[in-house]
């Protein structure tokens, strides 16, 4: 039963321009919801996160957006890096848990 | 800056051998996790502890205990390896709240 999904295994993106990778999940009791970006050979580092009671969040080029109607979160890197290529996860928290549930990964590609 | 260390980065077992994989934390979070990933399968939660000494089971157990004797350490025990728990083992702690978590940096572990 995969709760967060990401439903693109992979993304290729001219560098400069919008990057947007997104993420879908089924359980309405998720109320925080995080992205992480991991390099291979390395853990995931934390990139930007929303709580369930907003519906954006920025970080310089990152932002993240949360329609809660739809459950759907995406993230938005703007403009895109060769530095970005990487493997991209989302994540929820479901109200009062302290886990997460991670998304199976999108991987990014810059191109030059 | 938070530090989360494995103990190896690779590691090579035979079937049926005990395996130990050590993961420590310097700042001073209460939860811990231990996570596999498999290609496809984004990161999926083995065990995580709240507390010295607590522990509760995440989305795939079987096969696996853990041990949390002090706040910094958190082992995860693979009792008879076998060849389908060959993957990437990662360890991550938190706070509370916030609720991001901080991984280390893996060990990719091979079972013959």
């Known amino acids: 039963d995969q709760q967060v999904k990401q439903n693109s295994p992979s993304l290729s993106v001219q560098e400069g321009r919008i990057s947007i990778l997104n993420c879908d999940y089924t359980n309405s009791m998720f109320d925080y919801f995080l992205w992480y970006k991991k390099y291979p050979a390395e853990g995931p580092t934390f990139l930007i996160s929303?709580?369930?009671?907003?519906d954006k969040n920025e970080d310089g080029r990152f932002t993240v957006f949360l329609n809660k109607s739809a459950k759907h979160l995406s993230l938005h890197i703007v403009p895109s890096q060769p530095g970005d290529s990487a493997v991209y996860f989302c994540a929820a928290k479901r109200q009062g848990a302290q886990k997460l549930v991670f998304g199976q990964g999108t991987r990014l590609t810059i191109n030059p | 800056d938070v530090k989360v260390t494995q103990s190896s980065r690779y590691l090579v077992k035979r079937t049926g051998e005990k395996v130990f994989l050590e993961c420590v934390q310097d700042?001073?979070?209460?939860?811990m996790f231990w996570y596999r990933q498999d290609p496809g399968l984004g990161l999926r939660l083995i065990y995580f502890s709240y507390d010295v000494k607590m522990k509760e089971k995440g989305d795939i157990p079987e096969g696996y205990s853990v041990s949390r004797e002090k706040k910094e350490r958190f082992s995860l025990i693979l009792e008879s390896a076998s060849t389908n728990q060959t993957s990437m083992y990662l360890c991550a702690s938190s706070l509370k709240v916030p609720y991001e978590q901080y991984f280390g940096p893996g060990t990719r572990l091979t079972v013959t």
């Open positions: 929303i709580s369930s009671i907003k």
């Open positions: 700042m001073d979070h209460e939860n």
